[in-house]
């Protein structure tokens, strides 16, 4: 296959993926049966930050031991934010929220970096599309997609 088909056809897995968040994301904190075998974990910011509470580290830590007990999945992570603020400041806000949570996962609980993969979308392609606080509460998020080694990484890189 291509690089190009490739790419394209993980856009469009991520974009699936995205979208079936948006379905899921104001009633579960974690998602099961998502497509390709993959389950979800949310971790949610306060507006403007990406800064991460003890229950986030918890939940991260939670995610990092499953992964270091089933060496054939991989984490997909994927930032966002709200629509509050300008474009490109909530580009580098939901940078900084995929990295912290990488981080997190990575460097504070050990799991291998070869098995994360980062990627962002800032304001783009929001969960939800409401312009109100229970949208904008739910855009202010990442999430951890877990998934088998052979089908993960959903970033298009």
């Known amino acids: 296959m291509s690089k190009s088909k490739s790419r394209g056809t993980r856009s469009l897995a991520a974009a699936a993926l995205i979208g079936l968040f948006a379905a899921h994301a104001a009633t579960a904190q974690e998602t099961k049966g998502l497509p390709l075998d993959a389950t979800a974990h949310f971790v949610y910011f306060d507006t403007g930050s990406h800064a991460l509470s003890p229950k986030d580290e918890g939940q991260i830590r939670d995610v990092a031991a499953m992964m270091q007990s089933m060496p054939t999945v991989v ?74 080694a052979t089908v993960g990484h959903f970033c298009g890189r």
């Open 75 to 148: 984490a997909t992570i994927i930032g966002k934010t709200d629509s509050v603020g300008s474009a490109d400041f909530n580009e580098r806000l939901s940078k900084q929220r995929a990295d912290v949570v990488f981080g997190s996962l990575v460097y504070d609980n050990k799991v291998p970096q070869d098995r994360v993969e980062v990627c962002w979308t800032g304001e783009r392609l929001p969960f939800m599309s409401a312009a109100d606080e229970t949208a904008y509460a739910q855009n202010r998020v990442v999430a951890i997609v877990i998934s088998k």
